[in-house]
């Protein structure tokens, strides 16, 4: 497994939202998780869910985003260790500006492949 392995990891898991299996796949079910809109750290898949409803929610009538994919990938391993750092952008239709999210994900490798096992992304003004 390479680098090019982990920046495979990020972009596919990314490539799979709106496939909440998929996409929880890449993650570790003990993940930690910081994120702009939450305001403790969170721990584990369940709390991503109830951050994930909460977000849902709040944005029942707001516009989705056209497209969500990491930008700027710069990725390290040491092992069966990783370290991803990207621009997080969502792309929304005419008019309505992007969102860019600062992340950093720290990621290990099992017998299901690289999976995220500390999330961090902070909302870019």
């Known amino acids: 497994m390479t680098v090019d392995d982990l920046t495979a990891a990020i972009t596919d898991m990314y490539r799979s939202l709106g496939d909440r299996a998929a996409f929880d796949a890449r993650l570790h079910p003990d993940l930690t998780i910081w994120e702009s809109d939450a305001p403790d750290l969170l721990d584990g898949l369940a709390a991503l869910d109830d951050l994930r ?3 849902a929610s709040a944005r029942a009538a707001a516009a989705s985003p056209t497209s969500v994919a990491p930008e700027q990938l ?3 391993a040491w ?3 990783g370290l991803v750092r990207y621009v997080l952008r969502a792309r929304y239709a005419a008019g309505q500006p992007d969102e860019c999210f600062r992340v950093t994900d720290v990621l290990r490798r099992d017998e299901r492949g690289w999976r995220i096992v ?3 992304a902070e909302a870019l003004r």
């Open 118 to 120: 500390h999330h961090h």
């Open 79 to 81: 092992g069966d260790t």
């Open 53 to 55: 409803d909460r977000r």
């Open 74 to 76: 710069r990725t390290e």
